[in-house]
C-alpha cells in the first residue's frame, strides 16, 4: 500500500511562485509515475504534470508549460512542483497522484490535496 501526502499550498500574489512537496511512504517502489492534479470550485479535475519514476520523463499540460516544473527525489521519495508566473486561473486543490502501471493512465494511489489561490 501507498501513502501520499502534499504540503507547500497558500495564497500568493499573481505573478508569483509558489512550491508544492509530495511524500510517498509504503510501497513506493511499486509506483511507476508520480503526477500532479487539480480541482477547481465548481470543475473537473484535471491533469497538470507529471514524471516518470525510473526515466525522469516529465510531461506537462499545455496550460502551465514553461511555468511549472515537476521533479524527484528517488531516494527521498518525494516530488516537487515548482509554480512560477502564477495566475488567477491556476487556483485550485493540488492532488499529488501515483500510477503504479497496472491500468495504462491509471493513477490509484492519492494523496489528500493542497489549496493554492492567486490573488491580484
Known amino acids: 500500500h501507498v501513502q501520499l501526502v502534499e504540503s507547500g499550498g497558500g495564497l500568493v500574489q499573481a505573478g508569483g511562485s509558489l512550491r508544492l512537496s509530495c511524500v510517498a511512504s509504503?510501497?513506493?517502489?511499486?509506483?511507476?509515475?508520480m503526477g500532479w492534479f487539480r480541482q477547481a470550485l465548481g470543475k473537473e479535475r484535471e491533469f497538470v504534470a507529471a514524471i516518470r519514476w525510473g526515466s525522469g520523463r516529465t510531461y506537462y499540460a499545455d496550460s502551465v508549460k514553461d511555468r511549472f516544473t515537476i521533479s524527484r527525489d528517488n531516494a527521498k521519495n518525494t516530488v516537487d512542483l515548482q509554480m512560477n508566473s502564477l495566475k488567477a486561473e491556476d487556483t485550485a486543490v493540488y492532488y499529488c497522484?501515483?500510477?503504479?502501471?497496472?491500468?495504462?493512465?491509471?493513477?490509484?494511489?492519492w494523496g489528500q490535496g493542497t489549496q493554492v489561490t492567486v490573488s491580484s
Open positions: 509504503g510501497r513506493t517502489f511499486s509506483i511507476q509515475k
Open positions: 497522484a501515483g500510477d503504479p502501471g497496472i491500468v495504462l493512465g491509471r493513477y490509484d494511489y
